[in-house]
């Protein structure tokens, strides 16, 4: 059984940083394209970064490519997100997943909230 913890969310101030972790356990976590999403109430869950098993170059959305970093490391079976320059636009819960690739992730974490003040 594959399961998913997030961590490194809480309160930062506009201009500040968080990192997020993710520590997957269960399963194979080299062979898992690794994602975040975060999620607003009543809207949509919606993609904010991502990187296949194969490597290549991250997905990062256009409002946070500048900002935001992902990563993972595999000896570790942990995914990151280092947020930098945080808005309070980037105030959501945040998820992360994993799966076969980024069009499929089969499993979530339970979410973490991030909350931003001006």
């Known amino acids: 059984q594959v399961q998913l913890a997030e961590s490194g969310g809480g309160l930062a101030q506009a201009g500040g940083s968080l990192r997020l972790s993710c520590e997957v356990s269960?399963?194979?976590?080299?062979?898992?394209?690794t994602a975040w999403f975060r999620q607003l109430p009543g809207k949509d869950r919606v993609l904010v970064a991502g990187?296949?098993?194969?490597?290549?170059?991250?997905f990062l959305r256009g409002d946070v490519m500048d900002r935001f970093i992902v990563s993972r490391d595999n000896a570790k079976n942990t995914m990151y997100l280092q947020m930098n320059n945080l808005e309070p636009a980037d105030t959501a819960s945040y998820y992360c997943a994993v799966g076969p690739n980024l069009l499929k992730l089969e499993n979530w974490g339970q979410g973490i909230q991030v909350t931003v003040s001006s």
């Open positions: 269960g399963g194979s976590f080299s062979s898992y394209a």
């Open positions: 990187i296949n098993a194969s490597g290549g170059k991250p």
